[in-house]
């Protein structure tokens, strides 16, 4: 009896001193040199993607003209104006998957004439084209926004993706500006962007890398008018890929894409996107910052071909892919999106900012209802997610210049998984003023951050008690930015990030 008390006791004062080393905070050091890192962040990197996929266009971004849902000729306003506010800078439309079996003819004209036709790689339902070539026009002029247009290499001979460009950038006479005209739209269009294909060795068309640098090389021919062209590229981790599109396409394309989801498990059973335990939080976001290193991989191959650096790296797709909610069309990718995903945000913009020499556009997938969403719909109803306010949060680094930064920081570890506890991002802004992100991935800790700077820290963070907080229809507000401040004028700043956060301050001396 004695002896179990003993142990009991022994047990209870073990428990009490791992939780007071526990609840130390991680004692971190940030030196912010005021060298610059790289040249600027390109808005570009906070860009979306939108697809024909789910509920994504339809019920989540359109609503058609008729609607009681308030809208701006068939776009929903409350969704229209939330993603106002971030600032969109460029919309990548229609796919994904979904551009490369993407008849444009189907999406112009009269409305009520367009035809019905499958959506053979989302679920198999039907697609009505309300939204075509006019409407995702009038979208990117509502959301103030670039159009980055995905064309079909997969299933259209090159004349069709040419002439496509015709109709909508040409301001000629011909047969294709005038249909244009007929259509309703009297000037040319402004397309920035131009995707010739989308993951061209997968669901665009299985194709060969060789293939498909000789098809793209005969694709991009026939692009006449002066556009930003996109190679497809890798999104599996197939550097030859990378190799071939730069060797025989290089002088054909001005950016090359890459594709990179973090998932938590594998492609058969991806994991929750909410309940999810201590172990699934600490993959998710190891999975998330293997974006970093894939992202240098493919730079050192782009190198090797390319050591001007002319050509660009979009990260055209990237973003978190977990199981989708019980009860939806599994075709529809809808997922809930926390906390954790606000991480996975602001790890993946630490990487764009780390890389800002090749990495010139990142488009997260998806911009509303799926994937990881900036904003989820039911009926009428609309709430904004943790990654909406993560974009929110980094506002100030765009057009920012990354400065170098030392960050010397310990480790945590959950089982197997071993990640640092802080990460962070240092640039300085347009004005002058000084940008820090700063990152706490320790679920249970803490962290205290000394940097060698003095003064004040003014900004926002966003954190909870749960992992998995996220926002609800009955509590819309439930995780939202908290106003942020720290150190005062003149003396040494130092910043307290609690567990699992993001913060974005400006410093002031
Ligand atoms: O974003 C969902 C899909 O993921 C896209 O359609 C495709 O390009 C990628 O595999």
Redesign the pocket.
Known sequence: MKTKHLLQAAALAWSVCTAAIAAEPAQVRLTIAQDTAGPRIEPEVYGHFA?H?GTGIYGGLWVGPDSKIPNTRGWRNDVVQALRKLEVPVVRWP????ADDYDWRDGIGDPARRPARLNKIWGNVIEPNSVGTHEFMDLVDQLGSEAYLAGNMGSMPPRAMGQWLEYMTSDSQSALAQERRRNGRDKPWKVKYFGIG??SWG?GGNMRPEYQADLHNQYETFLHAPVVRVASGD?QGNDHLIEVLMERSGSHMDALTL?YYTIPGDWSKHGSAIGFNTQEWATTLKSAMGIGPRIEGVIRLMDKHDSAKRIALYVD?WGTWYDGEPGTNPGF?QQQNSLRDALVAALSFNAFHRHTERVKMANI??MVNV?QAMALTDGPRMLLTPTYHAFDLYKPFRGATPLKADLQTPRWREGEVELPAVDASVARAADGSTVLALVNLDPKRAARVQTNLSGQATGRVLTAGAMDAHNTFAEPNALVPAPYKAGKSGAPLALDLPPKSVIVVRMTP
């Open positions: 697809e996929l796919g994904g998957c979904f989308n993951e669901c999104g594709h797709e990718l997938a998806q994937l």
